[in-house]
């Protein structure tokens, strides 16, 4: 069993770097609600961390904050690469390079893939028009590179509503790469996908890591987290429960942590 030792271990070990993000005593309330209560969290370079607990833990909330669609609390700091950044906003999350891929009903499903890929983001031809060829091109060379797609059966020009959802996964996450992403958040990715599904992007999650990367995952399924995640947060009430180093706790502990964080609310 993992211990706050352990995650000081860990941090310690890390430490080393400094955090893609971190954010140190963030509270957030809403009227009443205190969905985040003086929380720190921290995701290192080339980092995959988990973010597990209950219905109502503030996992959304703590993204949401990272997202920049919540502000903390007065009191509660965050930092991108160390450096505090007061005016956190959507707008500001993005331009730093902070990314999030939702469950697969993000995509436009009535559009080609090379158009979902460049959502937002359209490369223009000298005279302003968009550069379709250009987008095409691209798009079948990402998608032969970071998604493995060989077939000719999956092109550039079908459109999303052909594709799997592990390989609609596949088209988020690596559109998020591709515009150069630092930190993906990735929220609940495999809701309501097949076994094989889930594989293919739980696979794609693994190579967020590979590119060098960071991600935070947030899933209610601790079997699909545990696999591919370096550390874990679990909340609870808006609090951080625990810190684990994967390496450092089985499933099994873990689970049985989350039971008893669940039962009696006990902090590590
Ligand atoms: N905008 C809001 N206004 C009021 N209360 C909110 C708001 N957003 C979240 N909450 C409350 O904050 C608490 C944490 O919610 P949050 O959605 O962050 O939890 P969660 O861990 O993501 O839950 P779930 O797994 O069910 O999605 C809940 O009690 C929720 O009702």
Known sequence: MADTATATATATKAEAKTPVIELKNVTKTFGEVRSLSDVNFAVYPGEIVGLLGDNGAGKSTLVKTIMGFHSPDPGGEIYFHGERIHEWSVARA???GIETVYQERALCEKQPIWRNMFMGREPRT???LLDVKRMREECSRLMSDHMGFTS???HPDNVVTTMSGGEKQGVAITRALHF?????ILDEPTMGLSLTETKKTLDFVSSIKKAGKSAVFIDHNIFHVYPVVDRL???DRGRVAGVYNKSQISMDDLI???YRVARTGELE
Request: hydrophobic share 55%.
């Open 233 to 235: 947060y679990v909340l």
């Open 256 to 258: 049985d942590r989350l």
């Open 94 to 96: 993005r331009s730093l």
């Open 180 to 184: 150069d992403a630092e930190l993906v």
């Open 152 to 154: 000719a059966a999956v």
């Open 126 to 128: 000298k005279w302003g």
